[in-house]
């Protein structure tokens, strides 16, 4: 875990399949952590009880949320409520931030 500052490009690896998770910072208040996923790598319909946002870094693929597909490029930001339900698939290898507060 990082605690003053990081290069994140430094920080990507990509698993040959499935999900690599890194945290890089964890308060009682934020939970910051970094998520590279293999191409053709799904995560299905789940909720977080936090507010949460992805920036995607690299890759490409599609975030579903509350049932409105959402292209991942890089530079894009997704924001979720708490209790969102919300699913992704990579179609390449694709590397993301998530940072969940409240």
């Keep these: ?16 399949k499935g999900v690599l998770s890194k945290h890089i910072k964890k308060t009682s208040g934020m939970d910051i952590t970094l998520f590279s996923m293999a191409a053709d790598t799904e995560i299905g319909d789940h909720t977080s009880t936090k507010e949460g946002s992805v920036y995607v870094i690299e890759g490409k693929g599609t975030f579903v949320l509350e049932g409105e597909e959402i292209e991942m490029v890089p530079g894009v930001m997704i924001y979720m409520d708490k209790n969102a339900v919300h699913s992704l698939k990579a179609e390449e290898n694709t590397s993301f931030i998530l940072t969940l507060s409240g």
Excluded: A, C, V
Aim: aromatic share 12%.
């Design 1 to 16: 875990m990082i605690e003053k500052f990081t290069n994140i490009k430094d920080m990507l690896e990509y698993p040959s």
